[in-house]
């Protein structure tokens, strides 16, 4: 089955600007990532409330924003949601159109970091900030409305993957307590050279994130170490997943991260964690930033939007 018909527009106008050969250029990539990011901002969910704030950060303050539907009581469930970008780009401003979409129909108070990236910081400083925030919300429950014997941690790409990771740190630190996972085509592993996941080069070029990006990502995270074998970077390579919390887990059939998702998955379903995947035979890697502009993305996210308020619907009440 070829990708979504409506989605091929889009794949090939990205690569008409696009030089394989040119060198990535940082900024001219968060530049371009967020003007994709925002090109359905005017399409953006309505929500009650935005509030932005600093909070505490292992090294200096890190900017938060809280969005709130209306109708939420004042022990609310509450989603973490870390965005994605490779750990090297993104930004609150340009994922504000799709924390709206989770805001307006999870049934949950949103709460977005905006973490320190690479290779400005390299690793551990995303996992460092997004600990740190997951602690801050847990103790600040009572202050956001929120309950949090029912937090889920959330995110996309990069973002799913800091997700995964802190739902193993939680779990080998006592807590806080981490209701439900809800990974969207997360990064699991940090090989994109051993050949092990076949989607990364069955998919290495022209569906939105490409496997020499994804090199380059990784290089700016590592700096001069090796972390393919790092569970805070790989958490499929974590010794053992048993105790970890309920996963959602989405998958496009054209992203290069294909493979790898399907992985943990099945990684965590062996350790006894139930997993509901969400596979979508026709999209890729990102189809949740084009779903405004692109009906059949669109349509795969209110898909997983639902599974999302299913699963936060089903968390028992503290």
Do not use: K
């Not at 969005?67 to 009581?73: C, H, M, P």
């Not at 996972?181 to 994130?209: C, H, K, M």
């Not at 992203?255 to 997993?275: K, T």
């Amino acid at each position: 089955m070829p990708v979504a018909s409506d989605l091929q527009p889009l794949l090939d106008a990205i690569a008409e600007r696009r030089d394989p050969d040119a060198p990535i250029d940082l900024e001219e990539l968060r530049e371009g990532y967020r003007a994709i990011c925002t090109s359905g901002q005017h399409l953006a969910a309505e929500v009650s409330e935005v509030t932005e704030r600093m909070i505490p950060g292992p090294d200096g303050d890190l900017p938060i924003r809280v969005y709130r539907a209306e109708g939420l009581g004042d022990r609310a469930p509450v989603v973490l949601y870390l965005h994605g970008g490779g750990w090297t780009i993104g930004d609150l401003e340009g994922y504000d159109e799709q924390f709206r979409a989770v805001a307006s129909t999870a049934g949950a108070v949103l709460v977005a970091l905006e973490y320190r990236l690479a290779p400005e910081h390299p690793f551990p400083a995303a996992v460092d900030d997004s600990w740190a925030a997951l602690c801050w919300v847990s103790e600040h429950a009572a202050e956001l409305g929120i309950d949090p014997g029912r937090l889920v941690v959330a995110g996309d790409s990069a973002g799913g993957n800091l997700s995964a990771v802190l739902s193993l740190l939680a779990r080998d630190r006592g807590g806080p307590v981490i209701a439900h996972q809800f990974l969207i085509y997360p990064a699991t592993d940090f090989d994109y050279v051993s050949g092990r996941w076949p989607s990364l080069e069955e998919n290495a070029t022209g569906y939105f994130l490409e496997l020499r990006t994804m090199r380059w990502f990784a290089e700016n995270v590592a700096g001069d170490r090796n972390l393919a074998a790092e569970p805070l970077v790989a958490p499929i390579r974590a010794e053992n997943h048993v105790g970890l919390p309920p996963a959602t887990l989405m998958v496009g059939g054209f992203d290069p991260l294909r493979d790898e998702g399907l992985g943990y998955a099945e990684v965590l379903r062996s350790a006894g964690v139930p997993v509901d995947v969400i596979y979508h035979e026709e999209q890729t890697h990102g189809y949740w930033i084009v779903a405004p502009l692109v009906p059949s993305s669109d349509a795969a996210r209110d898909v997983d939007l639902a599974a999302l308020q299913a699963a936060i619907g089903a968390l028992p009440v503290g």
